[in-house]
């Protein structure tokens, strides 16, 4: 049986425009062109963007993806077989996270005490690495010693240490949001002082440059997950922070 562009888009939750751009980089071609000049796809394109969505879901770049289809051809059922088993990994991870956040919210509330090593239960360490490697690659050797640094800071945090911090950059956040909703240019005195606020609270960690700190805001914006979090509190945020962050750097760090 043969699907329309239209109906695959329907039955996988694909936009036609995403499916259109998967056929012109070959990542997903149709199994033939209509005379009428339909795009029509058949079970085994089906399978292969199934396959593709996975791959989306375990957060791999498009440029790779399709590498990966052409090294795994003829195994469909061994790789989704591998790929069940990471998502289970990272469903088992999230439903932690999601118990650390439930106990969290309790202890703010004052009904339950929480110990400080529970309150990173499910987080990702391959994810913060990944962070750290994007700084290091950025900065070289000098962002090591940051990281370091930082590490170094907060080893003998207590609870009430890192609630304090979490607090502190998310009120920095929310004012930032307020901030954009009244229209507030990034280089204004008033969104200046709050980003003076953020300088301060990223030196908790460690003493940043004017490169790493206006690198920093750049990373807010290029990595996904920092963008995921700022858009969050609104969107545009984490462009109207980095665009803030350089221009303190140049003023106030160089």
């Known amino acids: 049986m043969a699907y329309?562009?239209?109906?695959?888009?329907?039955?996988?939750?694909?936009?036609v425009r995403t499916l259109h751009y998967y056929d012109e980089i070959g990542l997903l071609k149709p199994h033939h062109v209509g005379k009428n000049g339909y795009r029509y796809y058949e079970q085994e394109q089906l399978l292969r963007l199934q396959q593709i969505m996975v791959y989306r879901e375990l957060e791999l770049p498009l440029?790779?993806?399709?590498?990966l289809l052409e090294q795994t051809k003829g195994k469909t059922a061994e790789v989704l077989q591998e790929h069940r088993s990471k998502i289970q990994?990272?469903?088992f991870r999230l439903h932690t996270l999601l118990q650390t956040i439930d106990q969290t919210v309790a202890h703010l509330k004052g009904e339950r005490t929480m110990q400080p090593e529970h309150m990173y239960h499910g987080f990702d360490p391959e994810k913060q690495e990944i962070y750290e490697r994007d700084l290091t690659e950025r900065y070289g050797h000098g962002a090591e010693g940051k990281i370091q640094e930082s590490k170094t800071a907060t080893k003998n945090w207590t609870k009430d240490d890192y609630l304090d911090s979490q607090a502190e950059v998310d009120q920095i956040h929310r004012q930032l949001a307020e901030a954009m909703n009244m229209g507030l240019k990034h280089s204004s005195e008033e969104v200046q002082a709050m980003i003076r606020r953020h300088l301060q609270w990223v030196s908790r960690f460690y003493t940043p440059t004017a490169e790493i700190y206006s690198g920093l805001g750049d990373l807010y914006v290029e990595h996904e997950d920092f963008r995921k979090m700022y858009e969050g509190y609104r969107p545009g945020l984490a462009e109207y922070l980095r665009d803030g962050m350089k221009v303190l750097a140049e003023r106030e760090l160089s």
């Open 63 to 67: 440029s790779e993806i399709g590498n």
């Open 4 to 15: 329309t562009v239209k109906e695959v888009s329907a039955l996988s939750g694909i936009s």
């Open 89 to 91: 990994d990272k469903v």
